[in-house]
C-alpha cells in the first residue's frame, strides 16, 4: 500500500530515509529537516507499507519544479527501500505513483540522480523507463 505522508507523518518514513541518507545522524533530526525545511521548499513524501510492518519499508521524497531545459517536472531526491524488503516491488511502485502524479500535475517527466556505485538502483530505473541522459557535476563550496 502506499500513501503521501503529510507533515506529522513524516517518521514513518525515517527508517527507510536513512537507510539511504547514513550521514544524518537520527530520526528526529530527519524529521525535523524535512518538516520544517524541506517541506515550506515543497518537497513531499510518498511510502510503502507492509502488512504487519508500524512504519514504512520504503519511501521517495520528490519535489515538483518548471525548468527551462525540461519544463514542468518532478524530481526525485531520495528512493530508498529497507534491506530486508528489498526485491518486493516497494520501488517499482514508489516510481509508478509518482509518474500518475506527475501527469495528475501536468508534469513533462521525472528526473533523478543516483550515484555512480547505485547499480542496482541503475537497474530498477532503467527496468521502470528511466533513461541515462547526462551527467551531474558539483563543485564544493
Known amino acids: 500500500m502506499i500513501e503521501e505522508l503529510e507533515s506529522g507523518r513524516t517518521h514513518l518514513a525515517a527508517p527507510a530515509l536513512l537507510a539511504l541518507r547514513t550521514h544524518i545522524p537520527s530520526a528526529e533530526e530527519l524529521v525535523d529537516r524535512i518538516d520544517r525545511v524541506q517541506r515550506p521548499e515543497g518537497y513531499r513524501v510518498a511510502a510503502s507499507f507492509e502488512a504487519g510492518v508500524d ?4 519511501a521517495v521524497g520528490f519535489r515538483q519544479g518548471n525548468m527551462l531545459w525540461c519544463g514542468r517536472h518532478i524530481y526525485i531526491d531520495d528512493l530508498s527501500t529497507l534491506p530486508d524488503f ?3 516491488g516497494h520501488a517499482a511502485a514508489l516510481l ?20 555512480t556505485p547505485r547499480h542496482d538502483a541503475h537497474r530498477r530505473y532503467l527496468a521502470s523507463g528511466y533513461r541515462i541522459t547526462s551527467f551531474h557535476f558539483v563543485r564544493d563550496i
Open 55 to 58: 512504519h514504512a519499508v520504503a
Open 86 to 88: 528489498r526485491r518486493r
Open 96 to 115: 509508478d505513483w509518482v509518474a500518475d502524479e506527475a501527469r495528475r500535475l501536468g508534469c513533462e517527466q521525472v528526473d533523478l540522480d543516483s550515484g
